[in-house]
């Protein structure tokens, strides 16, 4: 039997599976800029649910360690979100871990992992986490599932923040799809945690997170007016922080599927392939 068709066979198969895993991660592409801030974000550090619809949300304690434990050793320095609006004051290689919601992982799983890496986080709170606010709406909180995940409660919160590596941002009250509401009801919302959290927490929301990402130029408006000096998309990639729009800045969502090569590709580049 002759070999040669086998191994151009072969060859021909590991040169698709080049193609298309260059394709697919856009390995050998430039990095964009480092001193350009990589903003992630997370919800939950938790194991994989079997089954579970929103296990994208829930990245495993140990992903999320081998996360932090590489951006500590290649040279990122994090900051918090609060630090992001003066950018020219800005260390080189910036990184910012977001958490949206409050749920109760990020005290008992992501805090023990930043402490071991000298990182630290932002937590976008949503004021009331007891009620069902979460299966309320469209997206990624659409039903019991998340609704039912354990939340922070207020005395967690302070405990996260006398840590000295959390710092509190807003995410309205009852994590609202904002362009639904009226004029009022919606700037009550962005302004939520301004006004609140001072007197609940003892420390400002420098800044706010749109819940489901979903915003227009009334929301921006809102949160300008409420005192935000940064209000975050929910994804986006990167931006050049001299010229972005702050009240409409990137971040880079990191997937609890996303194994260390598909981080690095989104660190990169901002996304995972092209
Ligand atoms: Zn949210």
């Known amino acids: 039997m002759n070999p040669a068709p086998l ?4 060859t021909l198969a590991g040169l698709g599976l080049a193609v298309y895993q260059s394709t697919r991660y856009a390995w050998w592409t430039q990095p964009q800029a480092w001193h350009w801030p990589r903003v992630l974000m997370y919800h939950m550090v938790s194991p994989h649910r079997p089954g579970a619809r929103f296990n994208k949300l829930r990245v495993p304690p140990a992903r999320f360690e081998q996360q932090v434990r590489w951006l500590a050793e290649n040279g990122f320095s994090f900051v918090h979100a609060s630090a992001l609006a003066q950018p020219h004051t800005l260390p080189p290689k910036p990184v910012c871990l977001t958490f949206d919601d409050g749920y109760h992982d990020n005290l008992a799983h992501a805090d023990p ?26 997206a990624h909180h659409a039903d019991d599932e998340l609704a039912n995940e354990p939340k922070l ?16 941002g807003g995410h309205t009250a009852t994590h609202e799809n904002l362009p639904q509401l009226d004029d009022h009801a919606a700037a009550e919302q962005v302004a939520y945690s301004r006004q609140q959290f001072p007197a609940v ?4 929301s420098p800044s706010f997170a749109y819940p489901f990402g979903i915003f227009g130029p009334r929301e921006a408006a809102f949160a300008r007016d409420a005192g935000y000096t940064l209000a975050l998309r929910a994804d986006g990639g990167l931006s050049d922080p ?33």
Do not use: N
């Not at 191994?7 to 072969?10: F, I, K, M, N, P």
């Not at 409660?153 to 509190?168: F, K, M, N, Y």
């Open 7 to 10: 191994v151009a066979g072969a």
């Open 113 to 138: 992992v930043l402490a071991r890496h000298g990182a630290c986080a932002t937590l976008y709170l949503v004021g009331d986490r007891t009620g069902g606010w979460s299966s309320k709406k469209k």
């Open 153 to 168: 409660s207020d005395d967690q919160v302070r405990e996260l923040i006398a840590t000295g590596r959390w710092e509190l």
């Open 201 to 204: 927490f003892d420390t400002p």
């Open 242 to 274: 001299s010229t972005w729009d702050a009240m409409a800045v990137p971040r880079i969502k990191v997937s609890g599927k996303d194994r260390l090569f598909s981080f690095k590709i989104r660190m990169k580049r901002g996304r995972r392939g092209w």
